[in-house]
């Protein structure tokens, strides 16, 4: 497991969820409650934005027979789904 390779599938990804989850716990006087949510809105569209790519990415893998690297692009893209779960669920 190269360092580049966690670095573009695993740390990148993971700033949507924590972002979320970081204007969760944010204090309703900062930003008022109606830009929380246009914030965490506007968090998991771009995430799902993201998310097209990686899956299409994966996909293409996937049929060239690159197993390994198709698996690296499936965990990226339910990094960036996770977000729009967690609104849907726990943090909505």
Not at 8 to 35: D, E, M, Q, V, W
Not at 47 to 59: E, H, L, N, S, V
Not at 79 to 88: A, D, T
Request: include cysteine.
């Amino acid at each position: 497991m190269s360092g580049q390779r966690v670095i573009r599938h695993l740390i990148l990804p993971l700033i949507a969820p924590a972002a979320l989850i970081c204007l969760y716990f944010t204090p309703k006087a900062i930003f008022g409650c109606a830009n929380r949510g246009y914030m965490a809105l506007l968090v998991v569209f771009l995430a799902m934005i993201a998310a097209i790519p990686t899956a299409m990415k994966g996909a293409a893998a996937k049929r060239r027979g690159a197993n390994d690297e198709a698996n690296w692009w499936l965990v990226t893209t339910l990094i960036l789904v996770s977000p729009l779960v967690l609104l849907v669920g726990p943090l909505g």
